[in-house]
């Protein structure tokens, strides 16, 4: 029996197990845009414990809750 040849990514069986989406879903309901960000080395070090402290998976999550008021930074 000949075995028929696909393009790559062709098979019906791929093609089959696909699932459309369309990516991360919207944690805070809105699209995000990358943005720039520049920051010392210590500054950065820094961040990190109070990141885990105050239970944010990221930078960028930090950031969006500071900026929604979610959290908020005393000196």
Do not use: D
Not at 51 to 74: D, H, T, W
């Amino acid at each position: 029996m000949a075995q028929q040849k696909y393009p790559p990514g062709q098979h019906p069986n791929s093609q089959a197990n696909l699932v459309y989406h369309e990516g991360r879903p919207k944690v805070f309901g809105t699209k995000k845009l990358k943005r720039n960000l520049t920051v010392t080395e210590t500054g950065w070090l820094g961040l990190q414990p109070i990141i885990q402290q105050v239970g944010c998976s990221s930078v960028s999550e930090f950031l969006e809750k500071v900026g929604r008021g979610e959290l908020k930074v005393s000196a």
